[in-house]
């Protein structure tokens, strides 16, 4: 305790810090977003996700080619940040997005490569085995995922070529 007559700087450090744990942060979040089509079904998921996520201050950043076919089928007023390889992606993001199925996901892997970056997987399809988040309740599941309530699952990616080399599955 750094003391002066009558006082003690260190009592009043722990007052003041207490005061400023009670006081909320804002801790602004980074997120990815990156699609292959844009069809008339999935722009309702894409708007609602892109409001949700303006309404929680979060930070996008949208894959170049997925943001074109937003302006092309949709009237945004917010402007967007935008990439368009993998190289100009970091480990600052938080999440990444991937709107569409399963092959979009795979594709958003070759993105986020081992940043280490957890991939939300929006189907705006049918059936997704990889895309778990189900259209109907992006909203809801959005909104936990930013609270930070979930969990992530491992995947791993293999590539096989067969003995001729002719083909990379």
Same mark, same amino acid.
């Given at each position: 305790?750094?003391? =002066?007559?009558?006082?003690?700087?260190?009592?009043?450090?722990?007052?003041?810090?207490? *005061?400023?744990?009670?006081?909320?942060?804002?801790?602004?979040?980074?997120?990815?977003?990156?699609?292959?089509?844009?069809?008339?079904? @999935?722009?309702?998921?894409?708007?609602?996700?892109?409001?949700?996520?303006?309404?929680?201050? *979060?930070?996008?950043?949208?894959?170049?080619?997925?943001?074109?076919?937003?302006?092309?089928?949709?009237?945004?007023?917010?402007?967007?940040?935008?990439? @368009? =390889?993998?190289?100009?992606?970091?480990? =600052?993001?938080?999440?990444?997005? @991937?709107?569409?199925?399963?092959?979009?996901? #795979?594709?958003?892997?070759?993105?986020?490569?081992?940043?280490?970056?957890?991939?939300?997987?929006?189907?705006?399809?049918?059936?997704?085995?990889?895309?778990?988040?189900?259209?109907?309740?992006?909203?809801?599941?959005?909104?936990?995922? #930013?609270?930070?309530?979930?969990?992530?699952?491992?995947?791993?990616?293999?590539?096989?070529?067969?003995?001729?080399?002719?083909?990379?599955?």
């Amino acid at each position: 305790c750094f003391s =002066t007559p009558g006082r003690c700087l260190h009592k009043r450090f722990a007052r003041a810090l207490a *005061v400023l744990r009670q006081i909320p942060q804002h801790i602004i979040m980074k997120v990815g977003i990156y699609g292959q089509f844009y069809h008339k079904n @999935s722009g309702h998921y894409v708007q609602q996700l892109l409001d949700l996520l303006n309404q929680k201050d *979060v930070e996008v950043i949208i894959e170049e080619n997925f943001l074109k076919l937003i302006h092309d089928n949709e009237d945004i007023n917010k402007t967007y940040s935008h990439f @368009s =390889t993998f190289e100009e992606l970091d480990n =600052t993001y938080d999440l990444f997005f @991937s709107i569409g199925g399963d092959g979009t996901i #795979l594709q958003t892997v070759t993105y986020v490569r081992d940043l280490d970056i957890p991939i939300v997987g929006i189907n705006t399809g049918r059936l997704g085995f990889l895309a778990t988040v189900n259209k109907d309740k992006l909203v809801s599941s959005v909104e936990e995922i #930013l609270k930070n309530n979930y969990s992530i699952t491992e995947r791993s990616l293999i590539s096989i070529k067969t003995s001729e080399g002719e083909e990379t599955f």
